[in-house]
């Protein structure tokens, strides 16, 4: 069965929408979060409003249970699996602790803040499992080939060495192959970050994953399906994502010895007050219990993601949307961002940038008449350039597209009009004057694409065309170092002209241009770190998820989106510095909250081992704690990027 171009683009959009689809655990975690909440206001309301203990008891106990099941979940598989204590057990057995000498509700708020956050943070983390999958999606169901003179429908496993793809205009290469015959032009901008259309002709090398724009061509394949550059591209995606950040690796270090040192230390007070002090036994157990409560990390927990999400929300206001709070604080101590050219520095489309002729107006119309009957970017760039200036196309008849070449059409005088490349011209025998052969030599310096307009065997101007810059890109770039981010440098697939021109422009003092997606990987590791890199497009996908911190433009790839740990919804590079000095904010306040949650801890337990501070008054300073944290990080809701 033959599926069709729009049939297989139509399934490698598809998975766009998953981005918006909550997973089945999230679901139950928030579910559970709320039936924790629920419980712990039917208990409140059942001791401090009716005065009745059978509703007081029975919220209490729903909200353990719903609260404390992914908590005991979580600190079983850690104890069993991992062979490892963790916060997740600490804060069950301190809830339980609370409830054995009469304080159910400081124990169900416990479970419910600790639930509450755990739950948001998965959430987020969940929104990157799909990576692979949507980078996988870029691959057609199959293709045409040609075995032994006949043409049939091949699933991409049946696909060989040797066999011919007849690979149609808008369809997908489906593996790495050499152009036998035909010529076309050919998007590679999903794989190698090339912003122009690169022309084919026999003999040159198509790669799996790039679009073919126009002409039909017949390609060899030099590679199977399954050694493809897009198989390689999404074995560097599944390598990267092993990689873990140093904010990650250092949470996973200590929260282990932390939960330790406080469970040990609780039968230790035990013992210590009933043994050596020879305190009564529910004297004893009281002040453990007390220390317990105390010590549990409710302020340590829940100081972090107050500030983070907070900061989060301030964030997506201003249009960064931050997956998670390891990718905000990450943020705030990057010291390198990498930033793709194309679709990220630049509009990733093509537009008419400059005309050299006598008469610029009339060379326009021209090209716009004759490049309307053309279906190639560069085409399409000329013709919206006509539109917005408002010049009319000259009307012309017989229109024929040369593949590889251009286009050529008569005017009402029968006279031959013609726009392409060098090849066209001397096809029909034009010649460049001196200051044409200049201009189109700093054309091509510049990296930009030229077209050449001429009628008969005159050429009449001469036309560039290149992907633009965002507008106020620059100025963005100079937000972001006012920031304190000391190296941007720009990572691009394009030729080292067009690299060079383009962070002249910008005012980049570093760029690396001819890039492959390893390439991309490998200079990720080589930059003095901690580096983000800001990308949009396939090939950017491993980068984005091997650097310290990845950042992608909304406009960008499903791939990318995905791959990335921050999305700047709004297309706006200029949000980014902002959202550095947000970011740096947040971990000022986090520092100072630990400060404080670990301060009021080492003052207030060692009171409550003395009898000096009973459980009201315990609780009071724990939960006091755990408020004032909570408004420290509620103030970074005023933050505007």
């Known amino acids: 069965m033959t599926v069709s171009p729009q049939t297989q683009l139509a399934c490698a959009e598809a998975p766009a929408s998953s981005r918006f689809v909550i997973p089945a655990e999230t679901r139950t975690a928030i579910f559970l979060t709320a039936l924790t909440l629920v419980g712990l206001l039917i208990g409140a309301a059942g001791e401090y409003l009716l005065h009745n203990s059978v509703i007081q008891w029975a919220g209490y106990v729903l909200a353990f249970v719903a609260g404390g099941i992914p908590a005991g979940r979580e600190a079983l598989h850690s104890l069993f699996a991992e062979r490892k204590l963790d916060v997740d057990l600490l804060m069950v057995v301190a809830a339980l602790g609370a409830a054995s000498i009469g304080q159910a509700a400081d124990g169900a708020i416990l479970l419910f803040l600790f639930s509450l956050s755990n739950t948001l943070q998965d959430w987020a983390m969940g929104r990157t499992k799909n990576a692979i999958q949507a980078l996988m999606d870029l691959n057609p169901a199959g293709a045409t080939v040609r075995r032994e003179g006949l043409e049939k429908w091949c699933e991409l496993g049946e696909i060989q060495i040797g066999d011919l793809l007849v690979i149609k205009p808008g369809e997908r290469v489906a593996a790495d192959a050499r152009v036998v015959q035909g010529t076309t032009s050919v998007d590679e901008s999903p794989i190698t970050g090339e912003s122009r259309p690169i022309d084919k002709a026999p003999g040159a090398e198509l790669a799996s994953g790039t679009v073919n724009l126009n002409g039909s061509v017949e390609a060899e394949v030099i590679r199977p399906a399954g050694e493809s550059t897009l198989a390689r591209l999404i074995g560097l ?384 300073a724990h939960e006091g704690g755990t408020v004032f944290v909570v408004f420290m990080g509620l103030r970074l809701l005023r933050h505007k990027l």
Not at 248 to 270: G, K
Not at 478 to 484: D, F, Q
């Open 237 to 620: 995606m599944e390598e990267a994502q092993t990689q873990k950040s140093k904010t990650e690796s250092l949470t996973e270090r200590y929260e282990s010895p932390y939960a330790m040192i406080v469970l040990v230390c609780v039968p230790l007070v035990y013992a210590l007050l009933h043994y050596g002090f020879k305190l009564p036994v529910d004297t004893a157990w009281y002040r453990a219990m007390t220390f317990m409560v105390v010590a549990s990390p409710c302020a340590v927990v829940i100081s972090t993601p107050a500030v983070m999400l907070s900061a989060m929300a301030a964030a997506a206001r201003g249009g960064v949307l931050f997956k998670s709070s390891a990718a905000l604080d990450a943020l705030a101590g990057v010291k390198t961002i990498a930033f793709d050219k194309t679709g990220t520095l630049t509009q990733a489309k093509m537009t008419l940038t400059r005309t050299v002729a006598a008469d610029q107006h009339a060379a326009l119309a021209l090209a716009a008449g004759l490049e309307a009957h053309s279906e190639h970017p560069i085409a399409e760039a000329i013709v919206n350039s006509a539109r917005e200036q408002g010049v009319q196309p000259v009307t012309v008849s017989g229109a024929q597209a040369i593949p590889g070449h251009g286009i050529e059409a008569r005017l009402g005088s029968g006279e031959l009009a013609w726009a392409g490349n060098l090849r066209l011209m001397q096809r029909e025998n034009a010649a460049l004057t001196p200051e044409q052969d200049a201009a189109l030599r700093q054309l091509n310096s510049e990296g930009s694409s030229s077209v050449i307009i001429g009628v008969g065997q005159q050429v009449v101007g001469i036309m560039g065309v290149a992907d633009a810059l965002r507008p106020g890109i620059r100025e963005a770039l100079a937000r972001i170092k006012e920031s304190g981010v000391a190296h941007p440098v720009m990572l691009t697939g394009d030729k080292h002209e067009v690299a060079e021109t383009v962070a002249r422009e910008l005012g980049l003092s570093e760029f690396r241009a001819e890039l492959l997606p390893e390439d991309k990987l490998r200079i990720i590791g080589e930059l003095p770190g901690p580096v983000a890199m800001v990308g949009d497009g396939v090939n950017d996908a491993p980068a984005l998820a091997r650097s310290d911190l990845g950042i992608a433009v909304a406009s960008g790839t499903d791939v990318a989106i995905e791959s990335a740990d921050v999305v700047l919804m709004q297309n706006d590079i200029g949000k980014l510095g902002g959202a550095v000095k947000l970011a740096k904010d947040a971990r000022r306040t986090v520092l100072s909250n630990l400060a404080f949650a670990f301060g009021v801890i080492l003052i207030v337990a060692p009171l409550a081992v003395a009898g000096k501070v009973p459980l009201p008054l315990g609780v009071i």
